[in-house]
């Protein structure tokens, strides 16, 4: 089981990247994807989360309105679409998955990073003019 993720590099501010994570020996259609992200001296953040089995996602304030989570099953790879990026958003950003049945009434959104089965290494995002 694994997940890779890429995508990371130098943006300006406001400018756009999008992360991928391809998972391999396991199908993302039968579990919970989300983005987390971990800036030095900061604690891990969850950012976005997509419950595959409603089809419910989640993002956290910080970037509502300027991420966007997806999966393509038939890829199986999960997305995140990153506009408008700012000062903030340097991190090292990593995917995750665990199966649907781990999801709470809530949604994925009720899911802490230590929910997670599976993660990825991580990609870096810096921003900089």
């Known amino acids: 089981v694994q997940l890779v993720e890429s995508g990371g590099g130098l943006v300006q501010p406001r400018g756009s990247l999008r992360l991928s994570c391809a998972a391999s020996?396991?199908?993302?259609?039968?579990?919970?994807v989300g983005w987390f992200r971990q800036a030095p001296g900061k604690e891990r953040e969850g950012i976005s989360c997509i419950s595959r089995s409603d089809g419910r996602t989640y993002y956290a304030d910080s970037v509502q309105g300027r991420f966007s989570i997806s999966v393509d099953v038939a890829q199986n790879t999960l997305y995140l679409q990153m506009n408008d990026l700012k000062p903030d958003d340097p991190a090292l950003y990593s995917c995750s998955a665990t199966p649907d049945y781990q999801i709470p009434p809530g949604g994925c959104s009720d899911l802490g990073w230590y929910d997670y089965t599976f993660w990825g290494q991580g990609t870096q995002v810096t921003v900089s003019s």
């Open positions: 020996d396991f199908s993302l259609e039968h579990y919970a």
